[in-house]
């Protein structure tokens, strides 16, 4: 297995060759299973690492756990592993420094650091001492800052293609290294905010966004699917349950991994 450090420069360069597709991972066995069909990285979901652990999406859940389950993730992988800290598991920018050397300490090669907060988005100055105290505890983490003006719908829509880029620049004065701008499906201002941030632009992609080569003809660096492969999974385990208790068959499960496939994975 390579050294954190050599996967952290190779993270780094990932985003200068783009596409950089990302299928998002919630445990152990989806960060297997998405290295295993070819990625070359592995994103965790915050949604669907709370879920995992028992907690609800939305800075609830306990710091340890979820740095726990980037230690295992790292371990089990010999790609990069980037983690999503929802708005930095702290209070204060002290405390998101901490979050970020914890992050480093247990193999991670980036983090994604949202402004979301409650029901809108946090103070631009703000996220900026958040984003500096992340970045002094980790000089060499990809700090992946996200910003929600699009996905909580933050101010007039007109005004959010500015909006969202005047906060990436104030990111990135703060030091992060890229941005991630969700709920923006819109090639054109797709385009219009790569040509305006100074950094690898990310975007959220799932069910009705163009597809990955029309996103990166846009100029998205960095595509990631955010809570889907978890959505998908538990659709089908959802779906499975019911037809057993209500049916007493078994169907759903047609497609499911077999066991020897699964295991392996944990044998290597």
Request: aromatic share 4%; proline share 4%; no cysteine.
């Amino acid at each position: 297995m390579t050294s954190t450090a050599d996967r952290t420069t190779l993270f780094h360069a990932l985003h200068q060759q783009p596409p950089l597709a990302l299928p998002n991972a919630w445990d152990v066995a989806s960060a297997l299973i998405v290295e295993a069909a070819g990625a070359k990285a592995v994103a965790t979901t915050s949604a669907g690492v709370a879920w995992s652990l028992g907690a609800p999406d939305g800075d609830a859940l306990d710091r340890e756990l979820a740095i726990d389950l980037v230690a295992r993730i790292a371990k089990a992988v010999s790609i990069p592993v980037t983690a999503d800290i929802e708005s930095g598991f702290g209070e204060d920018a002290k405390e998101v420094g901490e979050t970020a050397r914890a992050v480093v300490a247990a193999g991670a090669s980036g983090v994604n650091i949202e402004d979301g907060h409650g029901g809108s988005i946090r103070d631009v100055q703000e996220q900026k001492e958040r984003l500096a105290a992340a970045r002094e505890a980790a000089p060499e983490l990809f700090i992946n800052a996200r910003t929600d003006v699009y996905l909580r719908g933050v101010g007039a829509p007109e005004d959010r293609l500015q909006l969202a880029i005047d906060r990436a620049k104030a990111y990135l004065e703060a030091g992060a290294s890229g941005i991630f701008v969700p709920g923006v499906y819109d090639l054109d201002v797709i385009k219009t905010l790569a040509e305006n941030i100074d950094a690898p632009l990310n975007v959220l992609a799932g069910p009705g966004a163009p597809a990955v080569h029309e996103l990166a003809t846009a100029g998205a660096a960095r595509i990631s699917v955010g809570t889907a492969l978890a959505s998908a999974a538990y659709a089908v385990a959802k779906k499975a349950a019911e037809e057993l208790l209500t049916k007493g068959t078994y169907d759903s499960t047609n497609e499911g991994l077999g066991y020897g496939e699964l295991n392996a994975l944990f044998s290597k």
